[in-house]
């Protein structure tokens, strides 16, 4: 593998590969990425500002190199996932990866947030539901998930409050917590996250081998709940202070919008069935 001190210059397409130096979570992108090859992975048309990008933080006296790059496919159920990824040192070290189904297929969101910031980890996995309320898109995933949940939220602690305007979007399952940077945060990653990380996708991936196609009525229900989803999730991601910082606000409302959560973006994605 070539060092990728320079990213930008070097992806010509979504499925190349992203390899950010002093990156935490490459393990978790190449564990992702090798999961999802058995289903034939197709690019995603992403810009190329988007699939990689180098900047610099800190101060002037002490700067510090920042790189975002973003790996994506689609697959035959599933629109689009896609992996943002950023490395800026000490400052912070995030994975972002969501798959969002086609609403053909009644399919929560694979969600994932491991966030390194100088003040510890903050990490969260889900199989977020489309709609909460929903018995027939919940009930079946929400009994395989608890079980996983359970074994692993035992060795964390708890990563405290979310916002109330959040809860729709979380399920039962929803792992979350907030540990501390140094070797007790360093094993816990290993011994717990890793796993959980496996068990949440390998879940998610016999979930979408067994999902067949909905009516086009359940269709049209699927995607106005995930254009929900994805208008919470544009409008409050959490991310956009510290890309806004690295990038300016033209491109980090471009990325949130137009790449990460781009269901009401993208013409085609609008179309509950293609
Ligand atoms: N979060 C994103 C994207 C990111 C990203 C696209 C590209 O949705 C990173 C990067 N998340 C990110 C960063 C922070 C958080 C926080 C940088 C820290 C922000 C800061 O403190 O400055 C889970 N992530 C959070 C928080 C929650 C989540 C609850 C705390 C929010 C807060 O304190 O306001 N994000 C949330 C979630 C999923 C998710 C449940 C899916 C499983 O992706």
Same mark, same amino acid.
Not at 130 to 134: A, I, L, P, Q, Y
Not at 258 to 261: G, I, K, N, Q, W
């Given at each position: 593998m070539k060092p990728m001190s320079n990213p930008a210059t070097t992806?010509?397409?979504?499925l190349d590969p992203v390899q950010l130096s002093d990156w935490r979570w490459q393990w978790f992108l190449d564990e992702a990425v090798a999961a999802l090859q058995p289903l034939g992975p197709e690019p995603y048309p992403i810009h190329p500002q988007f699939l990689a990008r180098d900047g610099v933080t800190g101060s002037k006296a002490k700067p510090v190199p920042v790189a975002t790059a973003t790996w994506a496919c689609q697959t035959k159920k599933f629109r689009q996932a896609r992996a943002a990824c950023v490395s800026a040192g000490d400052a912070a070290s995030v994975l972002n990866f969501v798959i969002n189904p086609r609403t053909r297929y009644d399919l929560p969101f694979f969600g994932a947030d491991l966030v390194t910031l100088p003040n510890g980890h903050l990490l969260a996995l889900d199989l977020q539901p #489309?709609?909460?309320?929903?018995r027939l898109h919940t009930e079946a995933v929400w009994d395989l998930l608890l079980p996983i949940f359970e074994r692993w939220k035992q060795s964390l602690p708890d990563g405290g409050p979310i916002p109330?305007?959040?809860?729709?979007?979380?399920?039962?399952?929803?792992l979350w917590t907030r540990i501390p940077l140094g070797s007790e945060g360093d094993r816990l990653i290993d011994a717990v996250i890793r796993p959980a990380f496996q068990e949440y996708l390998q879940l998610y991936l016999r979930l979408e081998a067994s999902a067949t196609p909905v009516s086009m009525e359940r269709s049209e229900l699927l995607l106005a709940g995930q254009k929900r989803y994805t208008r919470y999730r544009s409008e409050k991601d959490p991310a956009r202070g510290m890309l806004s910082r690295f990038y300016g606000s033209d491109w980090t409302e471009a990325y949130i919008h137009? #790449?990460?959560?781009d269901l009401e973006t993208q013409p085609a994605a609008s179309k509950p069935i293609e």
């Open positions: 992806r010509a397409n979504s #489309v709609d909460r309320g929903d109330a305007e959040a809860q729709p979007y979380f399920s039962p399952g929803f137009d #790449v990460l959560f």
